[in-house]
């Protein structure tokens, strides 16, 4: 070859071997490719799921911590607690507020409640019957104090100095013609929240503002931070005794990021490092933080599998580039080569095959985890409204029960047109009946009723009829004034009845004892609203008791024959409909309660017709 001659093309046939090398780098290079794309793909998926199960627990949580958030102002508008602050020596007004938030405890379904003066003593409390009572403690260091005596309202959450229990509490001053007195607490349990976080999965920790984890899927990693905490903080723990005397320790042997990151080597206590997926996210007004903690391994394995998948499918195109390049010179060399690459083939088919199998398998599990937790959510709203069925299907059960027992005597004496009339009766209570569990799905779901058109003759038979075994009772007599038929009220019938109900029981239980009861009900048209008049003759309204009429928990009435929420119940669905409901005494004896509701058409017209 002379100076002037091109150099010739470079021959990949004569090195095989280069050549083959060149298209393995390719395929793995694409393979790769392929994966890091998978890769950061089932990645992203990941963070989508993980932000989607963090948004469900903090809104779940949120929603416990709020739903107690005015309990503590409520409860502390009762005068008893006002009373034993101003005479904490009182032994009367101590067992008066013991008994009041004791009731109020078991009401509100929470763990404890406790009432400390000013100077941060306890001197009445829900527990006040156990060995371990909050009863005689100060609890001035703790922050709840302090800033419900500053700002109103005091939040904290760490465990008790008492009991050793951890909890959420809500505390409130106690006010009396304006000046404060002390402050009602009470204490949230979040055991709830701690096993649903066990039953995620993957590592969930709830941290405070601080970075230390106070609830975990992992009990061990419990009271444990997630960086170095400053010589402040820890002053400020000791004195406040929030974490009482648990040891906080890192969680790892460096800080661990609170925002989204790549992935990070992290060794948990006990564990050897590995690679985590964090995820965190904002919860509540108190700068807590709800941190996972992600496994990658699952994505990495379907990552590799897509990857390898694109490998070998580049190489098979590459072999049958080759195949049909090589086919008219080596006819033999390529049988051997492509009964090589069949065997090839197979193999990874049945690889990908596995791998495939695998994948189903896990969308499987997922998929009986995800019915199982829906099943579970169904069974708790089950459980809620089981505690409320009893109590709104006890009236018109009695209903029934009264109508069956006079269809049987009917029935022996032979009077059918009277017994037909009876089981009409029943059939309609029956379908009332359904109208009540559909009303307390309704309320379950938190949905407000539709109001339309109820025919107020009705409501008030349909409510003689439940409270007819109280009347029996007090052998009181119930005079309706005639009502205009066509006469109706925009609410919803079940709701109505139920307080016409309540107050009619009412009527009947202030004559309790005398011994001609009347009780007396009217209704009219007043504008474009309608006015139900009941009127009980009975001692009337003192003022104390005018004046808390309306509030939960208020009641004159024995011990267990209620909790005084029959008529804060019936104040509520009244002004839900965009009603008034008012009680004043008669000067000749008797209190007089007055619902109003808008009317459904021309009031006026209605009474006239």
Known sequence: ?????????????????????????????LGWLAYRVFFDIYLANERHVSAQRLDAFALSLEATLARHESLPGLLALDP??????????????????????????????VAVTFLIDIRGNTLAASNWRLPRSFVGHNYAFRPYFRDALKDGLGRFYGVGVTTGEPGYFLAAPVRDQGKVLGVIVLKVGLEAMEQALAGAGDTLLLTDADGIVFLSSDRKLRYRTLAPLSAAVTARLAETRQYGVQTITPLAAKAMPTTPSELLPIALPGEAPRQRLIHTRPVGSLGWQVVQLGDPSEARVAAIGAGSAVAFAAAFMLGLAAHFRHRSRRREELRRVYAELESRIAERTADLTEQVA??????????????????????????????????????????????????????????????????????????????????????????????????????????????????????????????????????????????????????LDAMAGQAEPLLEIDAHGIGNRVAIDIRDHGPGLPDEVRHHLFEPFYTTKPAGEGLGLGLAISLTIVESYGGTLSAHNVPDGGAVFVLTLPAAGDAHAASDA
């Open 80 to 109: 008893s607690l006002a009373a034993v602050l101003r005479e904490p020596a009182n032994a009367q007004r101590i067992a008066a507020a013991n008994a009041y938030l004791e009731a109020a405890q078991q009401g509100a379904a």
């Open 358 to 507: 695998a994948l189903e398998s896990t969308k499987a599990i997922l998929r009986e985890t995800r019915d199982a937790a829906v099943q579970a959510g169904k069974l708790a709203t089950l459980g809620q409204m089981s505690a409320g069925i009893s109590h709104e299907l006890n009236q018109p059960l009695a209903a029934l029960q009264t109508f069956a027992d006079n269809a049987s005597a009917l029935l022996a004496r032979g009077r059918h047109e009277e017994v037909a009339e009876n089981l009409q009766m029943i059939s309609e209570l029956v379908d009332r009946t359904g109208r009540i569990v559909r009303q307390l799905k309704t309320f379950a779901r938190k949905e407000a009723p539709t109001p339309q058109p109820v025919t107020v003759a009705s409501a008030i038979e349909h409510a003689l009829m439940i409270v007819e075994p109280r009347r029996r009772e007090t052998a009181a007599r119930i005079a309706v004034a005639s009502v205009v038929p066509h006469l109706q009220v925009l609410a919803e019938a079940g709701r109505l009845e139920q307080v016409l109900v309540n107050l009619l029981r009412n009527g």
């Open 1 to 29: 070859m002379t100076p002037s001659e091109p150099a010739p093309p470079f021959d990949f046939r004569r090195h095989p071997l280069l050549l083959l090398g060149v298209a393995v780098a390719f395929c793995l290079l």
